[in-house]
């Protein structure tokens, strides 16, 4: 895990979910980039005068996000995209390869009705970039225990797993599976790929309406500290190919929640 993106937006708490990358970082000796979006369309005066103007005085602003990080050592880089944000993360995950994309949820307060904006749900549902979602104010401890739940066992590809694979190793950290067996399940879904029993200490089968009910009711007794879910379109976020916002009512975790996706290649 070399290269980490936090896509930084206009939230006052920036810095924080900065900080927890950088922290995250530096156990791995990554780098981290952070990157703002903005939009300057064609007609607007003198477009790359004003596109300069526009991205220069971004890059002032995500400097003094920057300075209220402790780097670490950390090197961190600044990027900024004329244009929508998926296109931006896309264009530099394919230029640069990015390894892990760090967001923080809209909210933390179980009051707020939406877990996840129309902004950070978009990086769930449009890219296929493995993300960490930081509730706000997290301050970064090692993984120990980390539940990994699941509708299917099957994957097309092993590396999938990587991410996962390298917070195991990094932090000898502990990985329970949860299957969760929901209507309509198949038996080729409840053959578990090798990959993930590799790197498992435990399998539980469960059997609930939703893998996100199956999380709810084993998550007291595992007390997990990251919770790691499987991107799929039909699969654990399927709301999120309805609409990019998800409601804390649809899915709502206190822990930080690693994504990976079935769908990335390579």
């Known amino acids: ?5 936090v896509p930084i937006g206009t939230s006052e708490q920036a810095n924080e979910t900065l900080q927890y990358a950088v922290d995250f970082a530096a156990a791995f000796s990554a780098q981290v980039f952070i990157m703002d979006v903005f939009s300057v369309r064609s007609g607007a005066g003198n477009l790359a005068n004003i596109q300069e103007k526009v991205a220069q005085n971004n890059k002032e602003r995500l400097k003094t996000v920057v300075e209220k990080v402790d780097a670490k050592g950390v090197e961190i880089k600044i990027a900024t995209y004329n244009g929508e944000l998926v296109d931006g993360l ?3 995950d394919n230029e640069l390869g990015i390894d892990l994309i760090v967001i923080a949820p809209r909210s933390n307060d179980i009051r707020e009705e939406l877990y996840l904006g129309n902004t950070s749900g978009s990086i769930i549902k449009q890219t296929e970039i493995p993300t960490l979602i930081v509730p706000r104010g997290s301050v970064f401890k090692p993984f120990k225990n980390i539940l990994t739940a699941f509708k299917s066992g099957t994957l097309k590809r092993k590396r999938i797993l990587r ?7 990094q932090f000898a950290a502990e990985v329970t599976m949860l299957l969760v067996k929901t209507p309509g399940y198949s038996d080729e879904d409840l053959k578990v790929h090798p990959a993930l ?3 498992s200490t435990q399998l539980t089968i469960t059997e609930n309406p939703t ?3 199956g ?3 084993h998550f007291q007794s595992q007390h997990p500290d990251l919770l790691c879910v499987f991107r799929r379109k039909r699969g654990f ?3 999120l190919w309805e609409k990019n916002t ?8 206190p822990i930080p929640v690693l994504i990976l996706s079935v769908m990335k290649k390579g």
């Open 215 to 217: 999380v709810i009711e």
């Open 1 to 5: 895990m070399k290269n980490i993106l």
């Open 211 to 213: 893998t996100y009910l």
């Open 246 to 253: 998800i409601l804390k009512s649809e899915f709502f975790a």
């Open 197 to 199: 029993m590799d790197i």
């Open 90 to 92: 896309k264009e530099i």
């Open 237 to 239: 976020f399927k709301k």
């Open 163 to 169: 991410p996962l694979k390298a917070i195991c190793k």
